[in-house]
């Protein structure tokens, strides 16, 4: 499978609990992007790599989020701390280059109990 | 600040009717603009690219069009069938952005 992979599908964790994300972009692709989905809403963006550097951060991604992607390849995404308002689909995408068509995994549904 | 915008926000025809869905964005000056479709709890699965140069963009039976000085789009869906159900989402970048922004979505039931 070639597409953009992310890890877990599923997430269940008790607040104040840390958790990471991790996404595969497809082989080459420079750019990485992660947005945030709540039920019936559309993504919102919240932050975005080109190669191994962060170059944008939306006022979303508070302080107790934290992305990375070493080497320009995978990216993790680490929220500290949960909170119940933490609860969404959080979605990676990638991209060859800026403005170019951005293909998205499926997805990690986070639930914060 | 660009705001994107689909209405309606949810939508249900008989099989065999056309789809039509609309996207409107405030500022015009895009790079692309980029529909996807959405199953539920799923990803996002990319439909069609249109660059801000162009004016409409197919592949099947899905069809879009761009107006950029207007700020709005429309993707037509020939021959509806229930496999069609699923939210669209239209998503507009701008390259000063570098960051794509989401319409809230057309949520589409497509009855047999």
């Known amino acids: 499978d070639t597409g953009v992979s992310q890890d877990p599908r599923h997430k269940i964790t008790k607040r104040g609990q840390n958790v990471t994300f991790r996404c595969d972009p497809i082989?080459?692709?420079?750019?990485l992007y992660w947005y945030r989905q709540t039920l019936g809403q559309g993504p919102e963006f919240l932050t975005y790599f080109q190669n191994e550097a962060q170059l944008e951060k939306s006022r979303l991604l508070s302080n107790r989020f934290s992305a990375e992607r070493p080497k320009g390849s995978f990216s993790t995404l680490e929220i500290q701390r949960t909170e119940q308002g933490d609860s969404a689909m959080y979605l990676c995408?990638?991209?060859?280059?800026?403005?170019?068509?951005?293909?998205f995994g499926q997805g990690t549904r986070l639930t914060v109990v | 600040k660009q705001e994107v915008t689909q209405i309606p926000a949810a939508l249900s025809v008989p099989e065999g009717e056309n789809l039509v869905l609309n996207c409107s964005f405030t500022d015009s000056a895009i790079y692309n603009l980029q529909w996807f479709r959405q199953d539920p709890g799923k990803g996002l699965t990319s439909l069609l690219l249109i660059q801000s140069s162009q004016r409409e963009q197919t592949s099947g039976r899905l069809n879009a069009s761009l107006d950029k000085s207007s700020g709005r789009s429309t993707l037509y869906i020939a021959a509806s069938q229930p496999g069609d159900s699923a939210t669209y989402l239209c998503a507009v970048f701008k390259a000063a952005g570098n960051k794509l922004t989401f319409g809230g979505g057309t949520r589409v039931l497509v009855k047999p």
């Open positions: 082989s080459e692709h420079n750019r």
């Open positions: 995408a990638s991209s060859p280059g800026g403005g170019t068509e951005a293909f």
